[in-house]
């Protein structure tokens, strides 16, 4: 096996920080880039045309860096964490290069599959390797600084995308990551110090492939069956049964071989299943909330795209304070089951206040709301890593971490379908009742008026109306449903178990760090019989 060194008992404060601060370049790349295409989707789709085709743009993007994950964890703990980190750096890279060069829409969405390979990499194992520089007991301020990285890329991105396209092109949306990545790279080459002791050892290419094969047939059939297909049309089901198929054929061969890319006993640990349970729960609630709220905005309440990212600042910042403050309470106290019992309440509580909201909400309002849903979601997903990282053994650090990261990534992006149907039905709904007996403009039917936030606006007076209220009803129905799914998650938190974090790492052999033995000590010489006596003499008479 291959395991990573005890290095963070080599390094001070300020080293890890400088490595940290290269993970954060490399996770504010992969995060950024889940977000800031969609601003420049209609500049894109005025160039190369295609329309039909364009949310591919996007989801070939998450679809890749979501099967890759648990592929990266098991490949980091059998080959280094730092080489795979770094391939993972290159191939986003030259990925990114390569979308800005692309002449046609079919080359650009294949480069965005590429990319998102690299993405995926760079998401998992960037919370792997700060499980190796620190130990448990210090991790959760660390933590608490990527999670906020992540919480800034994720309201940041749509932001940086608008000004790239509206300044230079939308090809720089994608060369901006070049001097990043490059930083990165150099960064971690230079201070990421990650000893390993290597033994012989197989891949799980078997494994690997039916992960991949039945992660993206899920994927790809909730995808489709909210877009282009029904839930009930062949090609859904027939890819269902796929990732029926390839999921149980999966774990019975998971089961049976020696080096499994998802180590099934990290189910067994105590307080593993609950976590990333809570990881794809939160993960759908927090995807759905994020992607619908800048609709609402610019839909409903009529805001432009750029300060449709502005309003969501207050959603940012409370995610990243949240964070920060959570990591830092839980290296005081050692405690970290409470903080998701408090943070997926809080979470629940939030989407709950943001079903209520109307045409009418005060923007106060709905900042404060959005402040109770970010503080709730950077207090609860956070310490998962953590959890599941004090849960399993030393050898499935990177498996396990990177489970945290493709369980959440996957419970959004099949979140972001799911509720994107329920989005489209309600909307459909709400605009044959309200809209019964008005007579539409010419050319317009009731699919076509709540196209975008630029056909509503265009409406006259009422049947705008009647358009941003029926989307309102539609959202609204939408942060319902997502409280309810973070109301599971804040009972699958309840089941959590907490074990004492380790201040630091256990014996080096449990870890598979390869120590010359110590030579045996050489036999004591029993001392001459005559002192021997003399001694046993002179304790006598003290006894006395």
């Known amino acids: 096996m291959t395991m990573p060194a005890p290095a963070s008992l080599e390094l001070s404060h300020r080293e890890r920080l400088v490595i940290i601060s290269g993970l954060m370049t490399g996770l504010l790349l992969a995060a950024l880039d889940q977000t800031i295409v969609s601003t420049a989707l209609p500049t894109i789709v005025g160039e190369f045309g295609g329309i039909d085709h364009l949310s ?14 648990p592929l990266y964890g098991k490949i980091s703990d059998l080959y280094g964490r730092k080489k795979v980190y770094q391939s993972a750096i290159v191939i986003f890279l030259v990925a990114s290069a390569l979308c800005g060069l692309s002449q046609t829409l079919t080359q650009l969405i294949a480069f965005r599959a590429l990319q998102g390979i690299g993405g995926g990499g760079l998401m998992s194992l960037t919370f792997t390797i700060v499980g190796d520089i620190v130990p448990p007991r210090e991790r959760g301020r660390y933590t608490g600084y990527l999670s906020g990285t992540f919480a800034l890329a994720s309201v940041v991105g749509p932001l940086v995308g608008g000004f ?21 790279l150099v960064v971690t080459g230079i201070v ?25 047939s899920c994927l790809l059939a909730t995808v489709w069956a909210s877009g282009e297909h029904g839930w009930g049309a062949p090609l859904t089901v027939g890819l269902y049964a796929a990732a029926i198929v390839g999921a149980v054929s999966f774990v019975w061969w998971e089961r ?25 729960l939160a993960g759908a609630a927090m ?17 432009a795209a750029t300060n449709a990212g502005l309003l969501l600042l207050p959603l940012m910042m409370a995610m990243m304070v949240s964070s920060l403050v959570t990591g830092k309470l839980t290296t005081r106290n050692g405690r970290y089951r409470i903080y998701p019992i408090i943070g997926t309440t809080v979470a629940a509580a939030g989407l709950g206040l943001l079903s209520t909201m109307g045409p009418d909400t005060p923007r106060t309002a709905s900042a404060a ?83 975008s936030p630029t056909a509503i606006a265009s409406l006259p007076d009422p049947l705008r109306e009647a358009v941003t209220h029926a989307l309102s009803d539609a959202i609204a129905t939408v942060f319902l449903v997502a409280a309810f799914v973070m109301l599971a998650a804040v009972a699958t938190s309840l089941t959590l178990r907490e074990l004492t974090l380790r201040g630091g790492w256990s014996d080096p052999a449990e870890i598979g760090i390869s120590r010359p033995p110590r030579p045996p000590r050489p036999p004591r010489p029993p001392p001459p019989r005559g002192r021997r006596a003399s001694l046993s003499t002179s304790r006598r008479g003290s006894m006395r």
């Open 56 to 69: 591919w743009v996007v989801t070939a993007y998450l679809l890749a860096s979501t099967a890759s994950m």
């Open 164 to 184: 790239l396209t509206d300044s230079f092109s939308w090809r720089w949306v994608f060369y901006v990551n070049l001097p990043l990545g490059i930083a990165a």
């Open 192 to 216: 990421l110090r990650l000893p390993f002791h290597r033994a012989r050892h197989n891949l799980d290419l078997v494994g690997a492939a039916l992960l991949v094969t039945s992660v993206t």
């Open 256 to 280: 049976h071989v020696d080096e499994p890319v998802l180590p099934l006993r990290m189910f067994e640990r105590p307080g593993f299943s609950p976590a990333v349970a809570i990881a794809f």
């Open 287 to 303: 995807f759905g909330a994020m992607v619908f709220l800048p609709v609402f905005l610019q839909g409903v309440q009529g805001s």
């Open 369 to 451: 709301w959005m402040v109770v849903l970010g503080a709730g979601i950077g207090t609860a997903l956070p310490v998962l890593t953590l959890t599941v990282q004090n849960t399993v053994e030393t050898r499935d650090l990177g498996a396990g971490t990177a489970s945290v990261n493709f369980f959440r990534t996957l419970g959004g992006t099949l979140g972001i379908a799911v509720f994107g149907t329920l989005l489209s039905h309600r909307l459909a709904l709400g605009l044959e009742h309200r809209l019964a007996g008005v007579e539409l403009p010419a050319g317009a039917t009731v699919d076509t008026l709540a196209q």
